[in-house]
């Protein structure tokens, strides 16, 4: 391919994006096929022969897009954002083809040095203690790592390798495989499933506390597990505390948490991988309380920056204690700067070697967006999320589970599980939105969460009324086999014992004898 048909495929490729994304709203949310459906169509092998773009387009149209889930939709009301926005996707291109691998200073000064600055200019916007600030004297800063998990993962890491030195200073007559043995660590049972998974890999138990009927995690349970922990000899290591759970994002109690680590010479990491974007909030300024006690934290750009994924922030208080856990030199990764200057080497703050160019999409969105087009994005996903509440609660066949948070809405119908599961089976059925359930102390419950590269509020009625009209079939169907003598049985079955009754516009649930 020579420039001018790769000018000829870019300019096509661009001109797909946009009438994807222009007319997104036309498609399903969710795909209609089978597994193997792709697999099916497409050839076993390489093509031996090189084959015309044109034809790689229509495959793409085809074959792969029937496949997808449509995450840039507004009608994708599940797990949390996953945003774009025009600069954020040119930033990629450029990335791709400018092609370069910032593991070092010397490999691309440009890519580390652009790292430090949008790091920087990040930790500002969210109003972030100076100690996580590159540009002020000390060993704190921000990189970007692919994730959250990525970077739930570093912190696991590194405050499990601090533990060991320090433990083994203290007791010279313990080996390392015997103090590696008596490593724990802690987080809420309402964390998200990578912080399970960082244990795993990082072979340390991560105890899963019981949050509070609130669903937030407060030093009181912390403090008492680590001193039952303390007293049967095992060697606590770190907390991983979120803000903005997985399930209602729930914000734990960091300041009682901070507390209590600070107390026991405890890693304190915080996961903010969704609310964090609302730091640059003033008028969310009580979830930055105590955010000058932590050791480290994240928050996802992909979520509420417009960036594409992958792009996950990190910021530790002293990066020295990461470098000096994961630092392995090899001759042929040094230059002659390294370690006259303050300029980092990021491959040090990462599991990986290699680095992506991500801060140039980080660089080139917060340009054509601005600060002030990044805070407005934010509060417009809590507007609609507050205009779906409203709808909710001037339903009275709904209840809501939790308090909404940001732009999630944690709701259900009112009575038993089975008519949840069944709604949500309908509307994924439907295919026209997409939630996902939850469930806390027994109670099941969906989640909706304001998502897509530009919802409106019209996108909001849309979904309700695709909810509230799946609901009223659900329970009309439900009365008819009811009236049904010979359904009786069967209904009984489905709906675990339950009666359906209508007074008024108003539904309750009877459980028959």
């Keep these: 391919m020579d420039f001018d048909e790769f000018r000829e495929f870019g300019h096509a490729s661009i001109e797909f994006i946009i009438n994807y994304l222009g007319n997104i709203r036309e498609r399903d949310v969710l795909p209609s096929v089978m597994p193997h459906a792709v697999i099916n169509q497409l050839p076993r092998e390489i093509p031996e022969q090189p084959e015309h773009w044109r034809e790689i387009l229509n495959d793409l149209e085809s074959i792969i897009l029937p496949g997808l889930t449509h995450w840039q939709s507004p009608y994708f009301n599940a797990?949390?954002?996953?945003?774009?926005?025009?600069?954020?996707?040119?930033?990629?291109?450029?990335?791709?083809?400018?092609?370069?691998?910032?593991?070092?200073?010397?490999?691309?000064?440009?890519?580390?040095?652009?790292?430090?600055?949008?790091?920087?200019?990040?930790?500002?916007?969210?109003?972030?203690?100076?100690?996580?600030?590159?540009?002020?004297?000390?060993?704190?800063?921000?990189?970007?790592?692919?994730?959250?998990?990525e970077a739930v993962l570093v912190a696991v890491l590194a405050a499990r390798e601090q533990a060991?030195?320090?433990?083994?200073?203290?007791?010279?007559?313990?080996?390392?495989?015997?103090i590696r043995g008596k490593l724990i660590a802690y987080s809420s049972d309402q964390s998200n499933s990578c912080i399970e998974k960082a244990g795993v890999i990082a072979a340390m138990p991560i105890k899963l506390l019981p949050a509070g009927e609130d669903l937030i995690l407060r030093g009181e349970a912390l403090k008492k597990a680590i001193e039952e922990d303390v007293q049967e000899g095992r060697i606590p290591v770190i907390c991983i505390a979120t803000l903005g759970t997985t399930g209602t994002c729930a914000y734990d109690d960091i300041e009682s948490l901070a507390t209590v680590c600070e107390d026991h010479n405890v890693w304190l990491h915080v996961d903010a991988a969704y609310a964090g974007g609302a730091f640059a909030l003033d008028e969310c300024a009580d979830l930055r309380r105590g955010i000058d006690r932590v050791d480290s934290l994240n928050f996802n750009l992909h979520k509420f920056m417009l960036v594409n994924f992958d792009c996950s922030a990190m910021w530790l208080k002293d990066a020295n204690k990461v470098v000096d856990s994961f630092n392995v030199d090899r001759i042929y990764l040094k230059h002659k700067y390294e370690g006259q200057s303050q300029i980092p080497d990021f491959r040090h703050w990462?599991?990986?070697?290699?680095?992506?160019?991500?801060?140039?999409?980080?660089?080139?969105?917060?340009?054509?967006?601005?600060?002030?087009?990044?805070?407005?994005?934010?509060?417009?996903?809590?507007?609609?999320?507050?205009?779906?509440?409203?709808?909710?609660?001037?339903?009275?066949?709904?209840?809501?589970?939790?308090?909404?948070?940001?732009?999630?809405?944690?709701?259900?119908?009112?009575?038993?599980?089975?008519?949840?599961?069944?709604?949500?089976?309908?509307?994924?059925?439907?295919?026209?939105?997409?939630?996902?359930?939850?469930?806390?102390?027994?109670?099941?419950f969906l989640r909706f969460a304001v998502c897509g590269m530009d919802p409106k509020p019209s996108d909001i009625d849309y979904a309700w009324s695709e909810i509230e009209t799946q609901l009223t079939d659900l329970l009309v169907d439900q009365q008819r086999l009811l009236e049904t003598p010979s359904k009786a049985g069967e209904v009984g079955e489905l709906t675990h014992h339950f009666q359906i009754l209508a007074n008024n516009g108003n539904v309750t649930h009877e459980k028959s004898q």
């Design 350 to 444: 990462q599991i990986p070697l290699g680095r992506r160019f991500r801060a140039l999409k980080v660089w080139i969105t917060f340009r054509t967006l601005g600060a002030e087009g990044l805070r407005a994005h934010v509060r417009k996903h809590i507007s609609l999320a507050e205009q779906f509440e409203k709808l909710v609660k001037d339903d009275k066949r709904f209840e809501l589970v939790a308090p909404r948070a940001l732009g999630l809405v944690c709701f259900r119908p009112k009575g038993d599980n089975e008519i949840t599961a069944q709604l949500l089976q309908r509307l994924m059925e439907r295919k026209k939105i997409y939630m996902v359930k939850a469930e806390h102390a027994g109670c099941l």
């Design 79 to 149: 797990f949390y954002p996953s945003s774009t926005s025009a600069g954020s996707i040119i930033g990629e291109l450029l990335i791709a083809g400018i092609g370069v691998l910032g593991f070092s200073w010397i490999c691309s000064p440009a890519c580390t040095e652009l790292e430090v600055v949008v790091m920087d200019w990040l930790a500002k916007f969210l109003k972030l203690p100076e100690q996580f600030l590159h540009a002020t004297e000390g060993p704190g800063g921000g990189v970007i790592q692919g994730s959250a998990s």
């Design 164 to 178: 060991v030195v320090k433990y083994r200073e203290l007791h010279p007559e313990l080996s390392e495989s015997e």
